[in-house]
């Protein structure tokens, strides 16, 4: 398994027992839909998320991506989550609450690429591990878990956890996989989200986990190439001439050609 040329840049958590979401997925511009069995699915109705889910999934979703969140390792709803995806093609598998690489084994037989949730104190400093294994395509911040695990006050702004997110990036960097963001709660708050996406492409992530619909737009807009910013690599790739040379006041290499070059790509596929 490789990753594909471009991350997606809005991973959309669907409700597996929510059938009018399904429905309406279908219609939105995330880049990736995930249908979760875990945390928005209560106890009583995971056997219906799970009949509802693999429905959705044969009926397809055309133009979209789709990954499956199931219930975490060692959990008592893992089995039969693993048991209903049998056949399905999915583009990723997402699993909660993985602190070190052997919380994968029980999905490692699906073949599918594995999204990683980093969401406890043991995670972040297994995060490098998780990332590394050959299983991982991906690392997504689980932040709202980690900021209970580590007894943060209710409201706290995320720097407080910033060594953590930090550190989730670096791990993904490390092993070249991706690494996505976490969601944002308070969805009637469209500029404190705006700011929190921005906030996560500035930091390095790739895109972005979200929980409501009205939360897709803005960001894809906030993990695309700005205008301003597709002409400045066009100027750029256009004056490289190779090795270290001046350009618009400041000394670029080759390594800034080749970030020019990977965000006009990445502009020409949004």
């Known amino acids: 398994m490789t990753l594909a040329p471009f991350a997606p840049r809005s991973l959309l958590y669907v409700p597996g027992s929510n059938a009018r979401a399904l429905e309406k997925a279908r219609g ?3 880049d990736m839909l995930i249908i979760d069995l875990e945390d928005a699915v209560p106890a009583a109705r995971k056997a219906e998320a799970r009949a509802a ?24 709803e ?13 583009d990723a598998v997402v699993l909660p609450k993985v602190d070190a690489p052997a919380d994968l ?24 591990d998780i990332a590394g294994d050959p299983a991982t395509h991906g690392l997504i911040a689980g932040l709202n878990d980690l900021a209970h695990e580590l007894r943060l006050p209710d409201g706290m702004d995320r720097g407080a956890m910033s060594h953590a997110i930090q550190a ?13 963001d976490g969601v944002y ?27 409501h619909p009205s ?14 910013e597709i002409a400045a690599a066009a100027a750029l790739v256009a004056a490289a001439t190779g090795g270290a040379q001046r ?14 070059r990977a965000l006009l790509d990445r502009a020409a596929r949004d």
């Open 28 to 30: 939105l511009a995330a």
């Open 53 to 76: 889910m693999r429905d959705a999934v044969v009926a397809g979703y055309v133009g979209k991506r789709v990954a499956v969140r199931i219930n975490g390792t060692g959990s008592d």
């Open 78 to 90: 893992q089995a039969a989550d693993l048991a209903a995806l049998d056949g399905l093609a999915l």
């Open 105 to 128: 084994d029980p999905a490692r037989g699906l073949g599918v690429p594995l999204f990683a949730m980093i969401e406890t104190p043991a995670a972040i400093y297994a995060a490098r």
């Open 168 to 180: 989730i990036v670096l791990a993904a960097r490390a092993a070249g996989t991706w690494c996505f």
């Open 185 to 211: 709660n308070a969805i009637d708050d469209a500029a404190g989200f705006a700011a929190e996406a921005a906030e996560g492409r500035r930091l390095g992530f790739d895109g972005k986990t979200l929980i």
């Open 215 to 228: 939360q897709v737009d803005p960001c894809n807009a906030a993990f695309a190439p700005s205008a301003r």
């Open 247 to 260: 350009h618009d006041g400041r000394m670029i290499e080759d390594m800034h050609v080749a970030a020019a």
